[in-house]
């Protein structure tokens, strides 16, 4: 299942498009598999889970952090991560920067927006992103790398189109103001049900789980 899955989104997706497998509450054993496929990128949305397969994989792969980083977590997550996708704040900033410094590595980042406007979810908000990326340049062991989205979650697709329009023209924004150090390479947009919209609309990223592993038993 899970090697048909990959091989088939693989075939399936635009050239230069990358596929992250999102691999929350997976098993090490699943993830192996998805890698043994083909996958390249592996999301990870906690720290104590990716440990556990990382064990297993280890480094024939990318590691993209996809949650919600807490600070006390970052030491422990710089450890894994190649990626980090979902900086939204200059007081998480600066505890990456401080232990990568101190671990002698640069960390790439994706600056999460939070597009849809929603309270409860994270990311920044689109207007207050250039405030943001002008202080995460400052740090030295940090490296901005674009821009990630998750947006409001529905049943159509459709219904995404607009926050990912919207991402998308605030990163033509950026890579327009060429802030010294800042790159504006990566768009992280689109799920299982969006991802198709997401490159439609520019994403050159997709971050994909219960299409290659199916559904997770809390859905
Ligand atoms: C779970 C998750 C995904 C993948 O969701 P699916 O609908 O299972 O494809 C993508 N991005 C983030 C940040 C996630 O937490």
Redesign the pocket.
Known sequence: MIEENVKRILGELPAGVELVA?A?TRTPEDILQAVEAGIKIL?E?YVQEAREAFELVGRKVKWHF??HLQRNKVKKAIEIFDMIETLDSPELAAEIDKRCSQAGKIMPVLIEINSGREKQKFGVLPEDAEVLIKTVAEFKSIKIKGLMT?GPAFGNPEDARPYFIKTKKLFDKIKTLDFPGVEMKCLSMG???SYRVAIEEGANMV?????IFGPRSYD
Do not use: D
Not at 207 to 211: E, F, L, N, S, Y
């Open positions: 999102a929350k999301g949305n996809i949650g998750m799920m299982t049900n971050r994909i789980g219960t299409k």
